[in-house]
């Protein structure tokens, strides 16, 4: 499986950046996909939001109702939009596909700073 992330960039305290990614090659009828960011102190990453192909959604905790992610189906794109950013929300944004094996995007620099 393939990601091709896009979006991302600079933006102003309070602004909108919509995230997203496509995957392609080998696509299963069942898969969740979605964004995790990389946590600063630790190099870890922490969930954004996943969207399943049942639609179930999860968001981290941190989201509060800023982000909407959505999926398009047809073409195995999932979106985000984050709205209402915050200086913490800087970071790299990382698509995430998971079926039987879980697949990374190269991660796509968001940077919320006036």
């Known amino acids: 499986v393939q990601l091709v992330e896009s979006g991302g960039g600079l933006v102003q305290p309070g602004g909108s950046l919509r995230l997203s990614c496509k995957a392609s090659g080998g696509i299963s009828l069942v898969y969740v996909m979605g964004w995790y960011r990389q946590v600063p102190d630790t190099g870890g990453r922490e969930l954004v939001a996943t969207i399943a192909t049942t639609d179930v959604i999860q968001y981290g905790d941190f989201v509060n109702g800023r982000f909407i992610i959505s999926r398009d189906g047809a073409n195995n794109t999932v979106h985000l939009e984050m709205h209402n950013l915050e200086p913490g929300d800087t970071g790299v944004y990382y698509c995430?596909?998971?079926?039987?094996?879980?697949?990374w995007g190269q991660g796509t620099q968001v940077n919320v700073s006036s």
């Open positions: 995430h596909f998971r079926n039987w094996l879980a697949y």
